[in-house]
């Protein structure tokens, strides 16, 4: 049997992130579902974030403004990099036409020595790479207690006939949910709105149905999960991991899109620097590492509000919004924010990548 250069558990943003960097290496993706399907996330990141990876085709609407409703006030927070809804199977479709990596359905079972056992039988690799999402199939394998459930959020989403401009976010404690928020992430026609818990809280489908029920909407459907607000250690013994299964979403906001990209995209290259024999294999875990380590402040200072604001007098949080919506400090959050995950690509590259994705549509 072959032996791969690299196998990618889960097809979703951070897996298909790291396999689009390998093209020309003998990768394979291994996911129990087909590629582009399993939505779980309203599917929301930055415009300049898409450009980067030349995922454009994939956006339905642009939003120049973040607006957050408390039940007695709104503030609108205009942004300098605009963020954008987009298609889910689009997004993991054109991700996939970057990448040449065999991709096979099946579900990832556990690790064996030099291989990933699956349900389709085991097939070896000389890398590993774990981006089976919040369950971290084969990280937790290794450490059993990778993945504990007081670490994880909750959402919970559907999809309706309503159009605005905007992403909308709404916190009201005492008549919706007393940890977590609502959104509104508009998608031309139609709009994805959904409820979150910051406590892990499950049962949401209530909640959900009050709040549809104050906009005079029906739901057409759920989907949602579980994901992380707590950052775990990207390399666990010879194991990779990326994504969610990472803990790279952010606390808070709820943000893994971007961040999923953002050290897919990382990790991806400095694979191929290894399998190029540019790098060894242990440096390229440090400097995985280091990559994680370096946004860490970050996510723990996101972690921490997220366990704080909700406790707090809603007008004591109301006066948080107010202070963050003045001019000059909206721009040094949102700056911070922006380039915490900020993309660099080489010269052309995206121009290449473009390119390859439109021959191979057509």
């Given at each position: 049997m072959m032996t791969y250069d690299v196998i990618i558990a889960g097809a979703s943003f951070a897996g298909l992130a790291v396999a689009a960097q390998l093209r020309g290496k003998r990768v394979l993706l291994v996911d129990h579902n087909p590629v582009g399907t399993g939505q779980t996330s309203a599917c929301g990141t930055l415009v300049v974030t898409l450009r980067a990876l030349g995922l454009e085709a994939a956006i339905l609407q642009v939003h120049d403004r973040l607006v957050f409703h408390t039940p007695g006030r709104t503030f609108v927070y205009p942004v300098a990099e605009p963020f954008c809804t987009f298609d889910y199977a689009a997004l993991c479709r054109l991700l996939r036409v970057g990448s040449d990596a065999e991709f096979r359905q099946a579900a990832a079972l556990g690790l064996e020595e030099g291989g990933v056992q699956t349900s389709q039988g085991t097939f070896p690799a000389r890398?590993?790479?774990?981006?089976?999402?919040?369950?971290?199939?084969?990280?937790?394998?290794?450490?059993?207690?990778?993945?504990p459930r007081d670490r994880l959020n909750f959402g919970l989403e559907t999809t309706v006939p309503y159009q605005d401009e905007g992403l909308h976010f709404w916190y009201d404690p005492g008549g919706l949910l007393p940890m977590g928020v609502t959104w509104a992430f508009p998608i031309g026609a139609l709009s994805r709105i959904g409820i979150g818990s910051y406590r892990g809280e499950s049962r949401l489908g209530g909640p959900l149905d009050r709040f549809l029920t104050r906009l005079n909407l029906q739901p057409d459907g759920r989907h949602g999960g579980y994901f992380p607000h707590t950052l775990r250690d990207p390399v666990v013994g010879d194991l990779f991991l990326v994504g969610d299964a990472a803990g790279q979403c952010l606390g808070l906001t709820g943000e893994g899109i971007r961040p999923a990209l953002f050290f897919g995209t990382h990790l991806g290259r400095l694979l191929r620097a290894v399998l190029d024999g540019e790098m060894r294999l242990e440096e390229a875990r440090t400097a995985c590492r280091a990559l994680v380590a370096a946004r860490k402040p970050g996510y723990d200072l996101l972690c921490l509000a997220q366990r704080l604001l909700p406790r707090l007098p809603l007008p004591l949080v109301e006066g948080?919004?107010?202070?963050?919506?003045?001019?000059?400090?909206?721009?040094?959050?949102?700056?911070?924010?922006?380039?915490?995950?900020?993309?660099?690509?080489p010269p052309g590259a995206t121009r290449q990548v473009s390119t390859l994705r439109r021959e191979a549509a057509t």
């Open positions: 890398i590993i790479v774990d981006a089976s999402g919040w369950r971290a199939v084969l990280g937790r394998r290794l450490r059993p207690d990778l993945a948080v919004m107010a202070c963050v919506n003045r001019p000059a400090v909206l721009r040094r959050v949102l700056a911070y924010y922006v380039r915490a995950f900020w993309l660099n690509v």
